[in-house]
């Protein structure tokens, strides 16, 4: 191995052990707070009911749901998505 | 040279070593900072594996023979083009692309999902970091790029069947497919292992898992466009075990495509979810298996090979950790939702999920029955083309039904009427079209007939929700119909770019059928002058033609081609033989009719001392379609990968307020 | 409410069981796996077979004439049997060359089936010059 080839072997092991010991040198970041699982999981729940809402018009307007079976499926999906937005509020106190 | 290239993989090695372990500690400890340090050693093994890359391509670039990896597979004469692709022709080079493209995609995948992977899913890097020590310990100690000997004069060259651009696209591409499978399966596992039940990693993995899926589809495509010119027997998919090496994993992943959508939209079949992405991730770690180890010869070249049994073992510790990480967490998540009707979207993807994974259950037994035969029995046996076949027909059909109803059925609950109403479009095609083709007198080959019936209910289908789409569009404001359908398509990507793949694969059947049930086939003995007839042409045999390239002695028979009396040109089919590596290709002459929809397909089987040359003669209708379906399906993903900025507004909106300030990405 | 049994479940195992069902009626009656024999089984099997071996020359014939002659040796082993062949030819046929066949014995010679020849091709990724089989 030439010694040029030797010197950058050399340099990108020192900069691959430095990169992977960094976290470690620097002052620990502030950690920022962990996520509210809760949280999460009800602004999903909230999105899944409102998409689900959209989708449901959607296959009525294109004649895939009958407007029997439209009228029947919007409330719960309705009262999900009510549900969801009050979960949300009330964690918060502040409106989402 | 070698030198560096050796250090920059053991570094390479020890680095991700360092971010599986530390990694896993930070994961299990919650150390922050271990988290962190062990993405920052994963991101730097990539960077030492590009650099291991780096020489080993500029070996081949020199033609450095000492390098006893670039002996065995380029030569001097070898054009660069394929000097370059000799990289991952052969085993050292490709676990050398496995390695980098895992260390590469990877680092992307986490780097783009810095603060999911170091807060909620921490365990994403030490998976990584697991599946790539594996590599990285076959490239140290047991199938190293860099041996070197003593410089010999030439090279051995590249097998000269190889020396085609498909196949030289085929095997990057392919490898794209099959390390991209990880990524999902990384970061599903990662999920399980810290008990989240959200869906962050779905959102976060989606365009990765469909990406991986695309690459892996189109490289089998390709590999069968080679297939068909280069080896030239006149088809196109022999299910030989290296094709079906790739096709299992696709068909799973297919699968999961399709099953995490369910999941997204309806939080069901998360349990399903976790066992088919880690059955796709072991399946594409199969299929390298079996490409790789020798193992398809026979078992006893298997267990010669050096890292055959390698890989046996970590797939099973891979299949069994798995495993046993969803059967611990199925309490966490059996899901709350039922399926509420057997005549539903929901139950459709169900039965759609159960067709693709009982097909590639059946090729994976094809595969490994004679392998366990041979093994256990000491009997070898060979599975055929008609075993597979039979199934892909089973499973196949019913599929192509669904693609068609699927999509026409509700969430939730058929509404029957709805359905029945929707249906008759398609079914009135597609009756239509079985009419017509029985009037034109393809009533001969049934098979062929009901797939063609079949293909056109589902294509009949796709154009309705297209148009009912476009019309709904329309009548919500929009001025003119482009813009409706622009407008449409554009707020449901994945939607009408899962309907341009499944497009893809009706296109895909039609030309299957059509070179599988209505081919012709003519074989003759000429002299020249002779002619013989096939499906319409008439092949005058004009003579031979002996020609020498820079590597090989090219023999043809030059043939006449004639519709009727009207001359279409002359086309030339034989033999070249290669000096370096002594061996014989076939080279086919393929005329593809754009107007009449086939190929005129000659193979000269044998030239004899006398001057006569055997031919088989073969038009193969609509093949052209197979790998037009490839280009469709790569059109439909992209539609459904592309980026959404209205998506993007939702999933921050989802997160705000859930998270610190200053968080960016889902 | 009403707590019903998920019928997901009820699908996945019926499905399983047809599966299942399709999977023995095939094997059953097409067989499926068709079982390789050496030259040195050959002996008393009067049906179609498959035989593999590798080839010995010399090599006579016309494989699209009066039909190419050859001998097929077992690959470990030194048993042979004469055999006769007629239609395509794999590139990859040579004297040394792992291959195999369908057909049937017939007075001490193997009379293959038509194209029926494939040749148990050397991995593609590995250079066929030093071949040594």
Redo the contacts between chains.
Sequence with gaps: ?TAA?LV??AC??A??VL??????LRE?AA???????E???W??E???AL??LK??E??H??????D??YRE?VPPLRRRAAAALRALDGE?GVS? | ?P??GR??LI?ALG?VV?AAAAGGWGARAGR???V??AR??F??AF??SL?AAVVLVSAFARRDFSFVYVAEHASRELPTGYTLAALWSGQEGSLLLWFLVLTGAGSAAVALNR?LTT??LPWTVPILGAVASFFGLLLVFVASPFATQPAPADGLGMNPSLQNPYMLAHPPLLYLGYVGLTIPFAFAMAALASR?????WIVATRRWTLGAWTLLGFAILLGAKWAYEEVGWGGWYAWDPVENAALMPWLVSTAYLHSVLIQ????MLRVWNAILVALAFCLSLFGTFLTRSGVINSIHSFTQSSIGPWFLAFIAVVAAASAALILVRVPLLRAPTRLESLASREAAFLYNNLFLVAFALTVLWGVVYPLLSEAVRGVPVTVGGPYYSFFAVVFGLPLVLLMGIGP??????A?L???G??LVVPASVALATGIALVVAGAGSRPAGLVGYTFASFVLGAIVL?FV??T??RK?LGSETWPRAFASLVGRNRRRYGGYIVHAAVVLLLVGAVGIGGFQTKREAKLAPGQAVRAGGYTLVFLGDRERRSANAEELRARLAVYRGTKPLGEISAGKNRYFAEQQTSNEVAIRSDWLRAQDLFVIADQFDEDGTVYLKVLVNPLVNLIWLAGLVFLAGSLVAMWPDAREQR?LAR???????P??TRA | MARRRNPVRLIVALSVAAVLAIFLVYTSFAGGATPSLRPSQLAGHDGDVSLAGKVVGPVRGDAHGAGLRFTLRDVRGTATVPVVYKGSLPDLFRVGRDISVRGRLAGGVFVAETDSMVTKCPSKYQPAAGDTS
């Design positions: 191995m080839a950058l072997a990108l092991a900069a691959a990169y992977t010991a960094g976290p470690f620990p950690e920022p707070a962990p996520p509210d699982a949280r999460v999981r602004s999903e909230r999105d899944r998409a689900a989708e449901l959607f296959d307007r294109t004649g895939k749901v009958s029997a079976d499926l918060d989402g | 040279m030198e560096l250090a920059a570094a680095l360092y922050r900072r271990l962190e340090s920052n050693a991101f730097a960077a030492s650099v603060r807060d909620a989240r039940t959200d869906e962050r997204e939209k309806k939080n026409l059925v509700a969430w939730r609950r509404s009427r709805s359905l109403s929707s929700e009912r789409g019309r709904a009548a939702r989802r997160f705000e307020g859930a998270y610190a200053g968080y």
